[in-house]
């Protein structure tokens, strides 16, 4: 049975107030990929408000109650805006940087009428490389690449200045996905920074988290690691559907205070969406 039809059933039975069911619910919410600190502390908020209400409908008053708390999930504009926009795509391998690189480019041309350059920065795998350069053709956009093994700040630079000397408005590098050691992912990135920081002072600078959503705890265990290492500014969820049960999205936010930026719902280019808390609330709640 899916997450969403057990707390569906959850919430559709009558049953008495008491620890028995909170436990439960505690339970259920571990199982939908919250972290037991956070479901434990979402069940006593529930509980506290519960003992206070009328215990007609317990089902369903639950369940709105649990979407308001969840409907508190942040979520902040920090996509590109006014002038020249870096975007970096950090993240493992397989969480779908690269595929995600592309609808990043597809959104703003084709959405927001912003000019895109794709960087294949992950020149750690030659495949990265190639599948950008398709994605570029695809998308009828220029990706400035390197030979596999080359520095990825170089890549970074030289898509800048494409970009500065086209009047293009978003620059967005995949990066390589390999497991760094903290270290290595610090001066990485540092190094990128400088490129960046000594070619546009005035840009706007972002460094996107890429998470496939279906990996529950694990997606927020590389979380940790990556925002420990680095200042992200925000998340982008890749596989977000029906098979995603979604309680990691609260923990980003409560635990590491994480804004989930964008959902990728399927793989056609204009399958990804501004994330949407409320609607994130009421389907995790069961009431859609």
Excluded: W
């Amino acid at each position: 049975m899916k997450f969403s039809e057990k707390i569906k059933n959850f919430f559709s039975g009558k049953a008495a107030l008491n620890d028995d069911l909170f436990d439960d619910l505690c339970d259920l919410l571990i199982e939908g990929d919250f972290g037991a600190a956070g479901a434990y502390k979402t069940v006593e908020k529930l509980k506290e408000i519960c003992k206070k209400e009328n215990q007609d409908n317990l089902g369903q008053k639950l369940a709105q109650l649990l979407e308001e708390e969840l409907r508190k999930v942040k979520y902040e504009d920090v996509s590109a805006s006014g002038s020249l926009t870096t975007i970096l795509l950090l993240g493992v391998n397989g969480v779908g940087k690269t595929t995600t690189a592309a609808k990043l480019s597809y959104m703003y041309n084709t959405k927001l009428n912003r000019k895109t350059i794709l960087a294949a920065a992950d020149t750690f795998r030659a495949a990265a490389i190639d599948q950008l350069k398709i994605h570029g053709e695809k998308l009828d956009t220029r990706v400035v690449a390197h030979k596999q093994g080359g520095d990825p700040a170089a890549v970074v630079y030289d898509a800048l200045e494409a970009a500065l000397s086209s009047g293009v408005d978003v620059v967005i590098a995949d990066t390589a996905g390999r497991m760094h050691t903290k270290t290595a992912l610090v001066e990485e990135l540092r190094k990128i920074d400088r490129v960046v920081e000594s070619k546009t002072g005035f840009s706007k600078y972002i460094k996107y988290l890429v998470l496939d959503a279906t990996t529950g705890r694990n997606a927020f265990s590389q979380a940790e690691v990556f925002h420990s290492a680095v200042t992200l500014d925000g998340v982008i969820l890749t596989k977000y559907d029906s098979t995603a049960k979604g309680g990691v999205v609260f923990s980003l936010v409560s635990d590491l205070n994480l804004p989930v930026v964008y959902v990728c719902t399927g793989e056609k280019y204009g399958d990804m969406e501004k994330f949407d808390p409320g609607k994130f609330a009421r389907e995790f709640a069961g009431i859609e």
